[in-house]
């Protein structure tokens, strides 16, 4: 039994000491490290005080929950797409989701993925990361490009266009390796969508350091003679 929870112990500590060694790094919509086929910035909706969209604002995107993001690219085009080099064990591409989002075709490291873009939402919504990929090798340079494939399968019989939506990309960066291709690389942010101090996802770390702290309230420490740093 002491033996088992020793063991146990260096496991959680050495996850921990892993997550400190990466932080996530998101690169906004805006950014000039990203290059867009038939793209670009677009206006969102803002709101009053009471919840009416303000006036004046022709051609403004709806988004849900307000201020979920600042910014976003969005096009309607069939050919639009944006693209994107880093340095990174991770990455993870956040997007706009509606009913009538598309089809994407998602080109890592010229490997490309389909990925469903649809949700049945009232208004163009900030769901979980569109897509995301982990294990990547850090010290070799990445691209990655999205890409609007066509309409999503889900997509009711009579829609005939989409549009495509991009808020940004967010990679994990190994603080062993100085490798950056973003011009805002020190933008800040939060899972997975913001710079943090981890690649590993924010909830695991809370989980990690309450079960190291359960040890602790257990007395497992004491009785193991083992001090957690």
């Known amino acids: 039994m002491r033996h088992q929870a020793l063991t146990l112990v260096t496991l959680l500590s050495g996850l921990l000491a892993v997550a400190s060694a990466q932080k996530n790094i998101t690169v906004n919509e805006t950014d000039s490290a990203i290059t867009y086929i038939a793209a670009g910035d677009a206006s969102i909706c803002k709101y009053d005080s009471n919840g009416n969209v303000v006036g004046g604002q022709a051609g ?9 993001t600042d910014s976003v690219a969005m096009s309607q085009q069939k050919t639009a797409s944006a693209s994107f ?9 956040n997007s706009l989701m509606y009913t009538v989002s598309p089809l994407y075709t998602v ?3 010229g490997k490309e993925t389909e990925v469903d873009g649809y949700a049945d939402v009232m208004l163009f919504s900030c769901e979980k990361p569109l897509f ?12 990655i490009t999205l890409a609007t494939k066509g309409v999503s399968p889900s997509a009711a019989a009579t829609q005939t266009g989409a ?3 991009l808020i940004s990309f967010v990679y994990t960066q190994d603080n062993s390796t100085n ?3 973003s011009s805002a690389s ?3 942010s939060a ?5 943090s101090d981890n690649g590993v996802p924010d909830l695991l770390v809370h989980n990690l350091q309450a079960i190291l702290g359960l040890f602790f309230m257990l007395g497992f420490a004491e009785m193991l003679d083992v001090v957690v740093l």
Request: charged share 15%; proline share 6%.
């Open 60 to 68: 403004c995107y709806n988004v849900l929950p307000t201020g979920c």
């Open 85 to 93: 080099k880093f340095n990174g064990s991770a990455i993870y591409i």
């Open 107 to 109: 080109t890592l490291d």
């Open 132 to 143: 995301s990929r982990t294990g990547l090798d850090p010290t070799v340079e990445h691209e």
């Open 163 to 165: 549009v495509f939506s």
């Open 179 to 181: 490798s950056s291709t």
């Open 186 to 188: 020190a933008t800040t």
């Open 191 to 195: 899972e997975p969508s913001t710079e």
